[in-house]
């Protein structure tokens, strides 16, 4: 079974710049997340998807960043502009329904470095 | 912050002793999860324990739960290299799908 696929793995931008990430999920998994994984602290979720409805986006800051999972399958989160504090590693992770819903799988999620 | 803490926030020992790995959270849970995460990859689900049980066994892995104190904590036996990692707790809310919220880590070395 493949994993969450997550692209690209590295990004350096410069701040207000803009910038988006992408994850595929394991198929068949209803439940996508994104998480924020600031150096030295646990991940903090931003956002999370049932389906393609968002189901909790309370900690994302919508004033620059955004996501949509189309279709309900692949997500993108997309930064813009981008400040210097956003600098941090961003996971994606699935679940599927049922019984298995406790656990999620993570992506290898993409470090993005803000100059 | 809605983060848990967790203690010690870094733990060096030697190859073949036990790790012992504490975390506090904050809110109700209907579960307790510990994760383990390698230098730059992603998160790997190792263990849950329900908010009904006390105590779970997993290969080398016991964790324990105490939803009064809410806090739990997490054993490995016979420590190996490859347990080198950060561990993270997260507390698990199933409201629908299910919710995490993740500690702050213990950054495990294991010394050959």
């Known amino acids: 079974e493949a994993g969450v696929a997550q692209s690209p793995r590295y990004k350096i931008i410069e701040k207000r710049q803009s910038v988006a990430f992408w994850c595929n999920p394991i198929s068949g998994h209803a439940t996508l997340y994104w998480y924020q994984q600031i150096l030295g602290q646990g991940p903090k979720l931003l956002i999370q998807?049932?389906?393609?409805?968002?189901?909790?986006d309370s900690q994302l800051p919508k004033d620059r960043f955004s996501a949509e999972r189309l279709k309900g399958v692949d997500s993108t989160l997309k930064i813009q502009p981008a400040k210097l504090e956003d600098s941090a590693v961003y996971l994606c992770?699935?679940?599927?329904?049922?019984?298995?819903?406790?656990?999620?799988?993570f992506g290898p999620g993409t470090r993005l470095l803000v100059l | 912050s809605q983060q848990g803490e967790e203690d010690p926030q870094a733990l060096s020992i030697q190859e073949g002793e036990n790790a012992t790995m504490n975390c506090s959270y904050k809110t109700s849970i209907n579960n307790l999860q510990w994760y383990r995460q390698n230098s730059g990859r992603g998160l790997v689900h190792l263990i849950l324990i329900r908010s009904n049980e006390r105590e779970k066994h997993s290969g080398r892995l016991r964790v324990t739960l105490d939803t009064s104190k809410k806090s739990s904590s997490l054993l490995i036996t016979a420590s190996r290299a490859a347990d080198t990692a950060s561990y993270f707790c997260a507390s698990g809310l199933i409201q629908g799908a299910q919710k995490l919220v993740f500690g702050q880590g213990t950054r495990l070395t294991i010394n050959p």
């Open positions: 998807f049932q389906n393609n409805g968002v189901v909790d």
């Open positions: 992770a699935s679940s599927s329904g049922g019984k298995e819903r406790e656990t999620q799988y």
